[in-house]
């Protein structure tokens, strides 16, 4: 069975500073991986994915992720943070091969301090 | 403007009294899907519907129903709520049709804002 880990509960950085949020995944075979964020009182929204080809996967409001099959890691990062980064984020997997309910991480808080 | 709506909001009821929380999208999605998100948890999948009248389980539906009558509307249905459901409850569609060389399963999800529910 797939499944995903968010080793951080919480990331803080300073406005400005490069930020990484971390995933990592297990799956049999190949992955779709998604990033998605949640900002308070409001629903998921998706950020980025990884289905095949580059490695380097750029998504909404500056930020990207590198997929790395040997490391079996997903993570995401921003070379510059910013305040209204702030929010809850969430790495979810699925595996190549078929129709499998979307596994979600249980999520990292990150904290942008001006 | 594309959306997932959920209703209501926020819901506070007793043990044992029936609710529905309705979703519904404008998108023309044919995948819908119902979350519950617990702190230290993430999203768990409580039931997925692929199209009209095809609904299957998730990985926690227990204690849960849905109906898939129209393709814009998936309801929850706690038919004797317990203590053990106070979640946070999100609504989701996808496109379910394979095109452009990827299989629909490798499509992103649209959520809904989401349900609190508190069961005393």
């Known amino acids: 069975a797939q499944s995903v880990a968010q080793p951080e509960d919480q990331v803080n950085v300073a406005e400005g500073n490069p930020l990484t949020v971390k995933c990592t995944y297990s799956v049999s075979g190949n992955p779709y991986l998604f990033w998605y964020v949640q900002y308070p009182n409001r629903g998921l929204q998706f950020l980025l994915k990884?289905?095949?080809?580059?490695?380097l996967v750029k998504g909404s409001y500056g930020f990207e992720a590198e997929f790395n099959k040997s490391q079996t890691s997903f993570h995401l990062k921003k070379p510059s943070a910013l305040v209204s980064d702030s929010a809850l984020y969430f790495c979810a997997v699925r595996p190549y091969s078929g129709n499998t309910p979307l596994v979600f991480g249980k999520g990292t808080r990150l904290s942008v301090i001006a | 403007e594309a959306q997932v709506t959920q209703n209501p909001r926020y819901l506070i009821t007793v043990t044992g009294k029936k609710l529905t929380v309705t979703c519904s999208q404008n998108?023309?999605?044919?995948?819908m899907s119902w979350y519950r998100q617990d702190p230290g948890l993430g999203l768990r999948q409580i039931y997925y519907s692929m199209n009209v009248e095809v609904t299957d389980k998730g990985d926690v539906p227990e204690g849960y129903k849905v109906s898939r009558k129209e393709k814009r509307n998936f309801p929850l249905i706690l038919e004797s709520p317990s203590p053990n459901q106070t979640s946070l409850y999100f609504c989701a569609s996808s496109l379910s049709t394979s095109g452009g060389g990827s299989p629909w399963w490798s499509y992103e999800q649209y959520f809904g804002p989401g349900t609190r529910l508190t069961v005393t």
């Open positions: 998108m023309n999605h044919e995948y």
């Open positions: 990884y289905i095949t080809g580059d490695n």
